[in-house]
């Protein structure tokens, strides 16, 4: 079959797709419909934490739906209240709320950020700041709140109130006025470039925040889920933000996204206030018991840590000419190139049967499942090194 053709013929163009059609994986390797191997350096954009067909995941899921797949928030159910309990003791924060993506995380943020403020200080208080080269989503609210300009246009008029800064105190400082309740940012911007913030900068944020009683909220749904080594990367900053939002990772393959508020923020929502049909599937959270089973497991976040500290080493010895700099914490990592050919290299890593992404025109970005060994990443920044080397 031409799944080319079919595509074109029948989905709408949103993504810049590569002509390969996957159809099994297990580990950390995908398999194509001509049986072709790849090893997957992206985690399906940092999806697949637990690779593909861990068997833990596997009965997790497959228990869950064979015995009930949905029944609706006007109900409890098992594996939300499971999910809930293990990500609150994981994290600092006090209470979840569940639903299905990144975006509607980020939504759910905002949200109640300016509940918050609206019951303390009234109306007028509502601006979110973000960062410029953050990235938040593509609802029409959270594409406002991401700090790119090619973002806001053609989708006119995008949600008021959100203001940029610049990652430094100058901008920030300057940024801040009476109106705004809260900072938005990634620990570690993803889409954006690979930007870990610089610590000084997070520093000032909570300085701010906590002498305005500004929230400070992280956008953890790339960097989130153990990805840095750390459970959340704001974990790196020594920092316990008032919201975060998490997603990606957390179920390990299934849609879902959370809020997570700490005790100041803890009886902000009311009933009728925010709301997902599918927020809290049963399937989705069992699948994420397991991811957070994992996680908390004894020295596996140290693994993780110590996988990046393996790929910063790599590049270190292989001393590659077209490579400025490699940046990020744990297996989030960004190698800048001299050139904007990143998507070159991706696309000849591909014909190589190595996944990476890239983060812009000049940065190649690495997100591999959690569970890579050594050995194949070893391989697998083998290939890329020599990739990189070529162009
Ligand atoms: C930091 C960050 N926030 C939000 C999103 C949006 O997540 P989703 O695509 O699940 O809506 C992304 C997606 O890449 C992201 O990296």
């Known amino acids: 079959m031409d799944y080319v053709s079919y595509s074109k013929k029948y989905l709408m163009d ?10 099994h994986g297990k580990g950390c390797k995908l398999y194509d419909t001509c ?27 497959t228990e869950q739906v064979k015995n009930l797949a949905h029944t609706s928030n006007i109900f409890l159910n098992i594996p939300s209240l499971t999910a809930a309990k293990k990500l609150t003791e994981l994290s600092c924060m006090s209470k979840v709320f569940f639903c299905n993506s990144g975006a509607e995380a980020n939504e759910g943020a905002i949200k109640l950020a300016r509940k918050y403020s609206y019951l303390k200080y009234g109306s007028g208080r509502s601006t979110i700041i973000t960062l410029n080269k953050s990235f938040h989503g593509r609802t029409i609210t959270t594409l406002k709140a991401t700090g790119q300009e090619k973002f806001h ?34 620990a570690i911007q993803g889409e954006g470039g690979v930007n870990p913030l610089p610590k000084e900068f997070v520093d000032k944020v909570f300085e701010i925040s906590k002498k305005k009683d500004i929230l400070v909220i992280f956008d953890e749904v790339q960097c989130g889920m153990g990805r840095t ?14 919201i975060v939002s998490t997603a990606k990772g957390l179920a390990g393959g299934l849609p879902i996204g959370a809020v997570l508020c700490n005790k100041k923020l803890e009886d902000t929502f009311v009933p009728g206030d925010h709301g997902s049909t599918f927020g809290g599937n049963l399937v989705s959270t069992a699948a994420a018991g397991c991811v957070l089973d994992v996680l908390g497991k004894d ?12 790929i910063k080493e790599f590049f270190k010895n292989a001393a590659t ?20 050919k990143a998507s070159e290299v991706q696309k000849k890593a591909l014909e190589n049967g190595l996944l990476v992404l890239t983060a812009g025109a000049n940065v190649i970005r690495l997100l591999p499942p959690l569970v890579i060994t050594k050995e194949e990443l070893n391989k697998g920044l083998t290939n890329l090194v020599k990739i990189i080397e070529l162009i």
């Open 14 to 23: 949103t993504y810049g797709q590569f002509p390969v059609v996957f159809t």
């Open 35 to 61: 049986e072709k191997e790849y090893l997957d350096l992206t985690s399906g954009i940092g999806v697949s934490s637990l690779g593909y067909g861990n068997d833990d995941w596997v009965n997790a899921v």
């Open 153 to 186: 246009k053609y989708f006119d008029p995008f949600t008021e109130g959100f203001k940029y800064t610049d990652v430094t105190i100058a901008s920030l400082e300057e940024t801040i006025d009476d109106t705004v309740c809260a900072i938005m940012m990634e």
């Open 229 to 242: 080594g750390k459970m959340f990367g704001y974990n790196n900053f020594n920092v316990e933000p008032d």
């Open 299 to 310: 020295g596996f976040l140290d693994s993780v840590a110590e996988k990046g500290k393996f």
């Open 321 to 340: 000419k077209n490579v400025v700099e490699v940046r990020g914490i744990g297996l989030m990592v960004g190698i800048q190139l001299t050139s904007n």
